[in-house]
């Protein structure tokens, strides 16, 4: 059975991608010899950089598809949803996978990172944090496993994981509820520390709406890129739907953190121009504006290349919402503004490339858009199918 292809062509896209291991291998290989601060602007009043804020905070955040779009199949019956189930819950295993990755790179000492297992601190939030993340990995590993077994032909292991399959979903959206919220409870630790356009008590229940949104949106962005890509088709009618529940999801949260900012009287002061109010600004804008006026209109929700613009504004405005909660709104107390090293900078480019070219590498060897291959001999409606527009090939 021949399992690789190994025929490989040379891409501009294969050649930036080289280019990018090699600047991230470097700076591993000065992060692990000399430690952080020969590779990152950290310092003890920055402890949490661009590692945390952008590969953990985001990648969570990102990751956060997997137990909407299942919880939405497997407990309210959204059946409409099942063919985006497998690359959705692809999409969240390498997310939480390069999430730990990140951790590595960010923690003093990562050879230690076991201890919080055996030394439990049951009243930290960080190790409940661990500890779901961890069981969350182990949970995704569990439900991405049969594609790998059916690529094997290992049926009677395939039986095993359906059959636990229904504990499995009710467990990782269980754990996922947990940690995503609890992410944003180790910023109550320190209010007194952050900028009042985020110091709100409210910010593990923001994290949590925004792992929804960002969900959906990544579930959006993955399935039109992915459609690009392989030149694979998507119906129609799931991009809508999913523009729907992502219209109303963005709409809720605008409105509460409307309230949360009339509630602790810094309203009016959204409008004072100011280094923080600049990057609050920028994230209201791709978080709420953008997206809430383009899906309001049905001609954007039906057009996937419009909708496409949408998720992706609604990504970058909840990646720069972390960002400004972990970094920005420390500025003013610290007395400094952060900025990362380009070691630190390649490191986190190196990971999203390695993000990238493992779903390419699942796609063409996985059967992860089975449904697909088990229809190709049919006719597709070509208005059920979107990717018309070319796209750089992804690296495989």
Not at 189 to 198: G, L, S, Y
Not at 235 to 245: K, Y
Request: proline share 5%.
């Amino acid at each position: 059975m021949k399992i690789f292809n190994m025929n490989i062509k040379v891409t501009f896209w294969r050649i930036l991608f080289v280019i990018i291991m090699v600047l991230g291998i470097y700076s591993t290989y000065v992060r692990y010899l000399k430690g952080l601060g020969a590779v990152s602007a950290m310092t003890d009043q920055f402890p949490w950089g661009l590692w945390i804020a952008f590969d953990c905070l985001c990648g969570i955040m990102l990751a956060g598809g997997a137990f909407c779009i299942t919880g939405a199949v497997y407990i309210f019956h959204v059946e409409r949803l099942h063919s985006i189930v497998k690359p959705t819950v692809l999409t969240a295993f390498l997310g939480y996978v390069l999430f730990i990755v990140g951790l590595l790179f960010d923690l003093g000492r990562p050879w230690y990172i076991w201890h919080m297992i055996i030394y439990q601190n049951l009243h930290s939030v960080m190790f409940e944090v661990g500890m779901c993340v961890m069981t969350y990995t182990t949970v995704l590993f569990l439900e991405f496993l049969p594609n790998v077994l059916e690529r094997f032909h290992i049926n009677w292991a395939i039986k095993v994981v359906k059959f636990i399959y229904p504990v499995l979903i009710v467990l990782g959206i269980l754990l996922s509820t947990l940690h995503q919220s609890s992410l944003g409870s180790l910023f109550l630790i320190v209010p007194e520390k952050m900028h009042p356009f985020w110091a709100t008590p409210a910010t593990p229940f923001f994290f949590f709406l925004s792992a929804i949104a960002c969900g959906i949106a990544m579930t959006i962005f993955e399935s039109t890129i992915s459609s690009r890509a392989f030149g694979r088709g998507l119906e129609r009618s799931v991009l809508v739907e999913l523009g729907g529940a992502l219209y109303i999801i963005v709409m809720v949260i605008a409105l509460l953190r409307l309230q949360d900012y009339v509630h602790r009287g810094v309203f009016m002061s959204i409008f004072h121009p100011s280094y923080e109010a600049y990057f609050l600004w920028a994230e209201l804008v791709l978080c709420f504006v953008i997206p809430l006026v383009m899906l309001s209109f049905k001609k954007v929700r039906t057009n996937p290349n419009l909708l496409y613009i949408a998720a992706l504004s609604t990504i970058l405005g909840f990646v720069t919402n972390r960002v400004n909660v972990a970094l920005t709104s420390m500025e003013a107390w610290v007395g400094y503004h952060y900025m990362p090293k380009w070691t630190e900078v390649s490191i986190t480019i190196m990971i999203c490339a390695m993000g990238f070219f493992c779903f390419s590498l699942a796609v063409n060897y996985l059967p992860i858009f089975e449904e697909e291959h088990k229809h190709a001999s049919a006719p597709l409606d070509p208005a059920a199918r979107i990717g018309d527009v070319p796209q750089p090939e992804l690296v495989h």
